[in-house]
DNA sequence: AAAACCTGTCGAAGCGCTTCGACAGCCTAT
DNA sequence: ATAGGCTGTCGAAGCGCTTCGACAGGTTTT
C-alpha cells in the first residue's frame, strides 16, 4: 500500500502539504498541487480509511437501519436505500448497513465505536426503543418514519395522515358512501409503526368529516388471504364502493377476486392504492395512487444528515405532502350514476 | 469517549493487557479479565473502530456491491443484503453497502482504502469489467453469480442452466411440446448477465434432448408488457402450452391474461415460475416454481469470506442446485390426455 | 523604511489501538 | 539444586493520517 508518506516523497513535499492538497484545508500554490497531484497518479495512492478516521475522528461512513423483517413493502425499502447509498456518495460518504435485528445495541455500537458519523433509522415505531439513544449518542440521526415524540430529533416521512384523508377525499368526491381500507399485515399494526396508523387515522378523520363509512381490515399479501379479507368485508358491508389499499402485495389479488366476482373496477367499483408510480402504472388496471416518494426520502435523508454534519443544519421534522394521481381504477359510485 | 488506557487504568493494569482481554491472542488470568471486563462494563468503553483499522489493518468490514437498477427482481436483491448483513454480524462484521452505479472505481476506492477487508459482488455480468481488478486486489471476494472465467475467483450462484433444464423436463414429462420462455427485461440479456443467459442454454439444450421446442421472449414486467409479449408468443405459436417464466413481475399479469383468454392453468397451460418461494405461493394461483435461494447464497458469501480472511478457504466455484416443487399450475398437456 | 500582514510550506505531536519482545515469577524435569 | 519452560503482564514502537503552530519570504500599509 502506498501510503501520504510515500506521495510526499515522490513529490518532493512534506507530508502535511500532501495532506492539505488532499483536503483544501490550507491554500496550496498551484505548481505544487500539479506535482502532489501528479504523484498521486503515478503511485496510485488511496489514503487509508482507518488513518483518517482516527486522526480526524470522522469516518466518513452513514449507517443506515433497514428493518429485517420482510412483511412491509420491500421495494419501497430497497428503493430508499439505493437512494441513500447514491446520494451518500454524492457528498463523500460511505453506507453502513444494519438490520434492525440488533435493536438499540447496533446504535451503541455504531456510535460509540466511531465506525459512522451518523444514522439513518427506517421502520420507526410510534414508541421506538431506539428514541433515546438517538437522542443523546451526540452523532447526528435522521429517522424516516415519525415518532410520537420527536423532540430533539430530525424526522422526514411522507404525510401518512394527509394521504389517507386524500384517498378518501377522492372516494367520497366520486359519490362513493362505503369504503374498506386494505391496510398492512396485522403485525405492523402490532408493533405500532407510525405510518401505518397515521395512514388510519388521516383517513378516518376526514371520512368522518365527510359523511363516508370506513372499514379497515389488515390484510397479509397474497391472493389467499385477500380473498378471506374481502369476503369479509362484503359480508359485513355489502354496499363496499370504494377500497383503499395500503399493502401492495394485496394489490393485484384484489383486482383479480373483482374481476372474477363480476365486480367491474371502476365502473362497480373504484379502487385507490397507496404504493410507489411503478406498481401503479404496472398493475393490470392502471391504478389510481399515492406514491410513496421512497427516492425523495432517502436523498432528503442524507442531505439533512451532510448539512448537519458541516453545522448548517438543525434538526426538524418534514412531511412531504402526498399526491393523488387519477388512473383507471377509480370513478364514479354506480348509485351516483 | 473512553480510551483503552482509561480502561486500563480504572483497572489497574495495563493499556495492553486489555487488548489482549479483548482479543484473547494471550492468556489473562480469571481474575484480571474479570476486573477489566469489569471496568469496561462500567465505563461502557467501545474500541475506536479507526484505531483498530489503522493498527491491525483490518476494519472488520465486508463491502457489499448490489446493482443499481431496479429491472431485476428486487425481493431476491433485498433478500440477499440481509443474509449478508445478518451473517456478517454473526461474525463480527459490518456491511458497507455499494451501489453498481460506481463500477471498478468503487473496488479501487474500497480495497485500497482499506475500508472494507472483503467484498460481495452482485450482479456479475458475463464479462465483467470488475473481475480484473478482483483478481490482483489481493483482497478476498466472492461473486453472487457466474462470470465466463472463474479463474482466480469465487462465486455461489443458483445452477441456473440446471434450472432451465428442470422446467423443461418437468414439462416435457407432463407431455408439453411447445414450451414458451417469458424471460427478463430485454436490458438484462443486452448486458450479458450470467443467470439469463444460462437458464437459457439449460433450457434450449434439454429442450433439444426431449424433443420439444421453446421460444424465447424478453419481458419487461407489467401487465401491458405481457399482454404484447403473450400475444406475439401465441401469434408465433398457438400451440404453446408450457410457459417458464423468469421475469417475477410478469408472472401475475400472465395468470390474469390467460384467465382472461378463457386458457385454464392448468388444464389448457401450464406455468413454471422461476422466483422465491413466497411469491409462488401468494400468486392467484400457486405456482409450480423452481426456488431462487437468496438466503442461502447470501450466506454462503459471507461464511466464504469469513473463511478466506482466516486462511481457512480457497476459491472455488459453488453450484447450488435447483429443485423444482410442483404446485397448482402444471399439469398433463391437454392432447396428452 | 519600518511595521504589519499574507501566502505557502514544514515539522512535530498525537489520534487509540495492536503487537512484539522482554521479563518476573513460578513450575517441572533433570 | 539448577537449567529450562510456562504464564501472565508490561512497555514501547508504530500503524498513516490530520492539524496546529512556526516561519520564511513577499506584499501591502503607514
Redesign the pocket.
Known sequence: ????????QHA????????????G?????????QRVEQSIRELG????A???A?????SAIIALMIPLRTDMYVPVMMEIAIAVATTARLHGYDVLLLTGEEGPDAVRRVTG??LADAMIVMDVELDDERLPLLRRTGRPSVLIGLPSDTTGLTCVDLDWAATGALCVEHLAALGHRDVAVIGEAPAVYERHTGFAERTLDGLRSRAREAGLRVLHRPCEGGYDAMAVTLARILDERPGTTGFVVQNESAVEPLLALLRQQGRAVPEDVSVVAICPDQVATQASVRLTSVAVPAQDMGRYAVEHLVAKLDGRREDDVVLLAPELTVRASSGPAPSAG
Open positions: 500500500m502506498v501510503t501520504l508518506a510515500e506521495v510526499a518532493g513535499v512534506s507530508a502535511s502539504t500532501v495532506s492539505y492538497v488532499l483536503s484545508k490550507r491554500s496550496i500554490s498551484a505548481t505544487t498541487r495512492y488511496h489514503p487509508n482507518g488513518a483518517r482516527l486522526a480526524s475522528s470522522r465505536s466511531g
